[in-house]
């Protein structure tokens, strides 16, 4: 073969020794194929030097190859490693697939603005939407047609796919953790407790106090927004107005180690006068001075889980939500 001919799914099927139909079929991102005749394509596409024409594609299967991922208008989120780590976790998974991703940064406060008007255009596959306020526009883009899965449980209930964290567990696991070290008084930093993930780490921060048959004072439930400045303001706050506290369990670990350095500016140490604990398990949990004790939450898998289920929404697959497990990490700050 001329080396600036392009090789045909004749040619593919014949050099792989499958039909033509199961050609197309993994080349058009069909997961149904059987993995063995789906490596020997892949083999053959890669022996043959065979590339995608995407408008052909396009045009042949009714798919662009592209998968919105759509952030409510703040790229603050990517302040905060955790949603940069999803992201790569949803990247991983749809490249793997042959599908790429456009990203989007808009409102999507209003189910009837732009974002609504592109989407419904027929440029993507499906949307993918960092946990939102709001569900309005993706119960319209749902009803529609057009696969959408959430990363982050929605705030009501809803018949929309989402994969997300056991956030409730993994927050009631870290209190319980400073209940049984023997603090008397542990706050809490939240995050957006407008979002379900902030919400959902102050239930389980105030079941554990019930379970011990305590409840939780509102003068310890401090509201952050996932930033080391929240962390370290709120920290300060309160313990000027409560001195007592003697553990504090921030809603992720930017926020807990804002909180270990105005704990100790304000002359206290952790773990001995006040104990620690984050949620996320980031890179900067094991390399902070105490080493930060934290909630581990898979957040490449949280992502790759977000990517899987809209692969199999465009199969056609019957898709359910999907609820990572967490783990508590014990290191020297609690």
């Known amino acids: 073969m001329k080396t600036n001919e392009r090789p045909t799914y004749s040619q593919i099927a014949i050099h792989a020794g499958v039909s033509e139909a199961t050609v197309s079929r993994v080349l058009n991102g069909d997961l149904k194929v059987h993995p063995e005749r789906a490596s020997r394509v892949h083999a053959a596409v890669e ?29 603050s989120v990517f302040a905060d490693p955790f949603w940069a780590t999803v992201s790569s976790g949803i990247s991983r998974v749809l490249l793997e697939n042959e599908l790429q991703t456009l990203l989007m940064v808009a409102s ?13 255009g027929g440029e993507v596959d499906g949307a993918i939407f960092f ?8 119960r319209r883009l749902s009803k529609q047609g057009l696969p959408v899965v959430i990363a982050g449980s929605p705030n009501s209930n809803s018949e929309l796919i989402f994969a997300d ?11 319980r953790h400073l ?19 902030g919400l959902q780490r102050l239930n389980g921060y105030q079941q554990a106090h ?54 100790e500016e304000s002359g206290r140490s952790v773990p001995q006068d006040v104990k620690v604990v984050g949620f996320d398990d980031s890179v900067m949990a094991t390399n902070s001075k105490p080493s930060l004790t934290t909630i581990r939450q898979d957040i490449v898998g949280l992502g790759a889980a977000v990517a899987e289920l809209m692969i199999a929404s465009l199969n056609g697959e019957i898709v359910t939500p999907r609820i990572l497990k967490t783990e508590l990490v014990i290191r020297e700050s609690a």
């Open 179 to 197: 209940l049984s070290l023997g603090c008397q008084n542990v706050a809490t930093i939240t995050g957006d407790v407008e979002a379900s993930a």
């Open 131 to 138: 946990q939102l306020h709001k569900h309005a526009l993706v």
């Open 108 to 120: 999507v406060d209003k189910a009837d603005g732009p974002v609504a008007h592109y989407l419904e």
């Open 210 to 263: 019930r379970e011990v048959g305590k409840i939780a004072s509102k003068a310890l439930i401090l509201q952050g927004d996932y930033t080391f400045e929240s962390g370290m303001r709120l920290t300060a706050q309160v313990l000027e107005t409560n001195p007592e506290i003697d553990g504090i369990f921030a809603a992720n670990d930017l926020m807990a180690l804002g909180a270990i350095r105005a704990i």
């Open 165 to 175: 964290t056991d956030n409730f567990g993994g927050a009631a696991q870290a209190t």
């Open 47 to 75: 022996a043959l030097g065979y590339k995608k024409n995407r408008a052909a594609t396009a045009l042949a299967s009714g798919r662009t190859g592209l998968i919105a991922v759509v952030i409510d208008d703040d790229l």
